[in-house]
């Protein structure tokens, strides 16, 4: 069974970066699309970015410009690089997987990642 684990996420000042990576074991990682999600205290979950298992990517518009998914299928990881961060950005993120397409049901998800940005 696929098995998610983000990592990267820490404290960070506005205008920062961040690296999130998300390594699965289990599986391979070849045969899914995984989002990044992710859930402030008192918010929604949202759905940030994903990418599909072709390679296509999407992006919420409040990170158009700003984050760049990527996937590394050799490393079996996915990748959330996060730039000119925000304070509107702190939230846990979560990676979730789909089979192949963003827009099917996301069965696996991780653990999450806490980002915070703050001065």
């Known amino acids: 069974q696929l098995q998610l684990v983000e990592s990267g996420g820490g404290l960070v000042q506005p205008g920062g970066s961040l690296r999130l990576s998300c390594a699965a074991s289990?599986?391979?990682?070849?045969?899914?699309?995984i989002g990044w999600f992710r859930q402030a205290p008192g918010k929604e979950r949202e759905r940030v970015s994903c990418i599909s298992s072709g390679g296509s990517t999407n992006y919420a518009d409040s990170v158009k410009g700003r984050f760049t998914i990527s996937r590394d299928n050799a490393k079996n990881t996915v990748y959330l690089q996060m730039n000119s961060l925000k304070p509107e950005d702190t939230a846990i993120y979560f990676c979730?997987?789909?089979?192949?397409?963003?827009?099917?049901?996301?069965?696996?998800w991780g653990q999450g990642t806490q980002v915070t940005v703050a001065s």
């Open positions: 289990g599986s391979t990682l070849e045969y899914y699309a």
């Open positions: 979730a997987a789909s089979v192949r397409f963003c827009y099917l049901e996301y069965k696996y």
